[in-house]
């Protein structure tokens, strides 16, 4: 049964613990929880921090940051303007709930006022209703977008992400935010082994999202910690559960897939790469000074 809730958050920007090597300095997350509910998210992992299970319940006890607004303006007046901010790291900033809510349109509304740079990632074509905002943000090179894409098989995707748009719908989505000038990239992530490694069906998905303008394609193999393991086997196993098993087989009980098999897929990658002219990054994000945002960070 579906609850959602409200949260007062103690803070909305979370500096990100990997520093700068992840390619952003904070996080933002306007939600808990995701009713996207993919099968192989690595931030189902959360919920146990309030005491939640990482299966059903990351999917529908959902919390809405109530605060959003009031903290976040605060919040933004400290932080450095050269910060680069990730939103949508633990959660999909344009689940449904966002219909509603519109924490993430807050949010994207006070960034633009502060001035920061920052990344929107997400699956939902929900991102289309704030195309009037974000296209100025993107053509001055404040914000770049990332739709996630892991595959073109629809019937695999309705199993591994059942609360997501299928792949025709995203790659449309990708064309849309491409034409209105907003630098869009795609995470084709993560690559899970047995099916979604395969080099024909990453070959057509690489020239599906170039074809649709994606500007760069983002890969990487799927992380699975101690706490998501037993669930994401027992949900592969529900619908192929040879493929289960060699999965299991690859992980030795880590979090990170066979070295050798790492290798072999990293030489694949770099073919694809090379055959569609494809960056893996995308564009330098900078922030935008105005009078304006100078009084935002020094009244
Ligand atoms: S959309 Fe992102 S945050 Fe939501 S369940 Fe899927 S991977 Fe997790």
Redesign the pocket.
Same mark, same amino acid.
């Given at each position: 049964m579906r609850s959602i809730k409200s949260w007062q958050a103690s803070a909305i920007l979370n500096r990100s613990p990997a520093g700068p090597t992840m390619g952003f300095h904070y996080s933002l997350n306007p939600y808990r929880g %995701?009713?996207?509910? %993919?099968r =192989? %998210? =690595?931030?189902?992992e959360s919920h146990t921090y309030l005491d939640l299970n990482v299966a059903e319940d990351?999917?529908q006890q959902l919390f809405v940051k109530e605060n959003l607004r009031e903290r976040l303006r605060s919040e933004l007046i400290r932080v450095p303007l050269d910060a680069v901010i990730a939103v949508?790291?633990?959660?999909?900033p344009y689940?449904p709930l966002e219909g509603r809510h519109q924490l993430t349109r807050t949010a994207i509304e006070l960034l633009a006022e502060s001035g920061h740079a920052f990344t929107l990632?997400?699956?939902?074509p929900l991102i289309e209703r704030d195309l009037d905002l974000l296209e100025p943000l993107g053509r001055r090179g404040q914000l770049g977008v990332h739709i996630?894409l892991m595959s073109l098989d629809r019937e695999l995707l309705h199993r591994l992400?059942p609360?997501?748009s299928p792949p025709a719908r995203r790659l449309e989505m990708i064309r849309r935010v491409h034409e209105r000038g907003i630098p869009v990239g795609t995470f084709a992530a993560p690559i899970i082994p047995v099916l979604t490694d395969g080099k024909e069906s990453l070959d057509a998905l690489f020239e599906a999202l170039k074809d649709a303008g994606s500007d760069w394609i983002m890969t990487s193999s799927t992380r699975l910690s101690a706490a998501i393991r037993p669930y994401f086997f027992d949900q592969v196993h529900a619908f192929d559960p040879a493929a289960a098993e060699t999965i299991r087989s690859l992980y030795h009980d880590t979090q990170f897939v066979d070295q050798a098999y790492r290798r072999r897929l990293e030489t694949l990658l770099r073919t694809l790469y090379q055959r569609h002219h494809m960056s893996r990054t995308g564009p330098l994000l900078r922030p935008y000074r105005t009078e304006a945002q100078m009084e935002f960070h020094f009244d």
């Open positions: %995701c009713s996207h509910a %993919c =192989y %998210c =690595y931030a189902r990351f999917e949508g790291t633990v959660t999909d689940q990632t997400t699956k939902s996630s992400e609360g997501t």
